[in-house]
């Protein structure tokens, strides 16, 4: 493939707004997953819940589009600089020319929650004031940003549950090999609902403690939140330094509706795939940010497909240790933590995760290494069996 630049880049999560507090978290391998009860949930549970978001207004243009899972949009888009940079990039290639590609499992699908406790006993109709097609409808976020910046580009959003803000970037690079655009906004956004923190527990994934992704006793997962975005666009006279996206690969294996193949297949092709496109062998990838969810089969089948093709030297890690699962934004968010592990020559020690399970023989980094890095890869696999690996590089001289 030809190469894409991260012209610009931003992350919020539990961690905070921006990158510099990401960054900061990573160096102190520090979490930002809490115990509480959120919303009307019966029962405490642990999760990366992003500060302020019911503090952001929404133009009065987009007033339409409130709920959680946009007015989380908004505030990340409001870090880094990241909207100028948009800005510019329309100046450079024009209003049309720009897509907007993101992933998202829930939507806004609080708000329709939220609605049906108004829901009218007779009738059954739901209260006026439930927008569903500018809310809970999937589109929703994309319609959303894309307005926000008056963009006129193709746009979609990819649902394929925790590889859907990674599928994103291999939508965004097909698009620009075939001369459709010239610039892409990537990342996802996904937010808590009822509907996640009950149907997840409900399918006894979700663990009473912080989650400890590879560990020999991890029992389940923590939900998170948080958006992501990346500006992408081509490499052309990319610069030493410069962050690179250089190999998409994807995968549906189709196992099981809900589980891994036990052996990681599909996980496997997918990072092979992408290893195939960047031109690069398993030696060449300095660090992986594993999908790493802390559920018993996910790390097994995920351990499995890395020790195949990587063996036991390569360095990695799981961030879902200090964001929660963020679900449908995990790919994007993750994909950033990549990008500063290359920028800082950080490989991050896992959080929460202390006894290392020996069935799982990878070298599961505890603590933070520093190193230069050239090439990583980022794995995201989401339900179904639907996967996707990338791998970011960065140009030396």
């Known amino acids: 493939m030809q190469a894409l630049r991260l012209s610009a880049y931003t992350l919020t999560t539990a961690l905070g707004r921006g990158v510099e507090p990401h960054l900061a978290a990573l160096r102190e391998q520090r979490g930002g997953i809490v115990k509480k009860r959120w919303e009307t949930v019966e029962f405490d549970v642990c999760i990366g819940e992003v500060a302020g978001v019911d503090d952001i207004t929404l133009p009065a243009g987009l007033a339409a589009y409130d709920c959680r899972n946009n007015r989380l949009a908004l505030l990340g ?17 024009g209003a049309g020319r720009i897509g907007v590609f993101l992933g998202s499992s829930t939507s806004g699908i609080l708000n329709s929650e939220l609605a049906y406790r108004e829901r009218d006993p007779a009738t059954g109709s739901l209260p006026a004031w439930l927008h569903y097609r500018e809310t ?17 580009g193709p746009a979609c959003v990819v649902s394929t549950a925790c590889s859907s803000s ?33 149907g997840f527990s409900s399918l006894q994934l979700v663990s009473g403690e912080p989650c400890r ?33 250089t190999g998409v690969g994807e995968s549906s294996d ?38 790493g969810t802390a559920t018993p ?46 920028r800082e020559g950080l490989l991050p020690g896992g959080v929460g995760t202390s006894t290392l399970d020996p069935a799982l023989p990878v070298n599961y980094l505890l603590h933070n290494q520093q190193q230069p890095l050239q090439h990583v890869l980022n794995n995201s696999f989401g339900f179904g069996g639907s996967n996707c690996s990338l791998v970011f590089s960065r140009v030396t001289a």
Not at 80 to 90: H, P
Not at 166 to 195: E, P, W, Y
Not at 215 to 242: F, K, P, Q, T
Not at 268 to 278: E, G
Request: charged fraction near 15%.
């Open 136 to 152: 809970h409808n999937a589109y929703s976020v994309a319609d959303f940003v894309r307005k926000h910046f008056a963009l006129s």
């Open 213 to 245: 992704p590879f560990d020999a006793a991890r029992d389940g997962i923590s939900i998170g939140e948080g958006a992501a975005y990346v500006l992408l666009e081509r490499a052309d006279g990319a610069g030493e330094g410069e962050i690179l996206l």
């Open 166 to 198: 990674a599928k994103v970037f291999g939508t965004a690079q097909r698009m620009l090999a075939a001369g459709l655009i010239d610039a892409a906004i990537v990342g996802g956004v996904d937010s808590l609902c009822l509907t996640t923190i009950y």
């Open 254 to 291: 189709a196992y099981h509706m809900s589980s891994p193949h036990p052996e990681g297949l599909g996980a496997r092709m997918a990072m092979q795939q992408a290893l195939q496109m960047a031109g690069l062998q398993p030696d060449d990838i300095g660090y992986i940010n594993l999908h």
């Open 77 to 93: 888009l409001q870090q880094d600089g990241f909207a100028a940079q948009v800005e510019a990039a329309k100046a450079r290639h």
């Open 297 to 342: 089969s996910n790390d097994a089948a995920e351990g499995a497909a890395v020790l195949t093709l990587f063996g036991q030297g390569t360095p990695c890690s799981s961030t879902k240790g200090h964001t929660g699962h963020t679900l449908g934004a995990a790919g994007g968010i993750e994909a950033i933590f990549c990008v500063l592990a290359l």
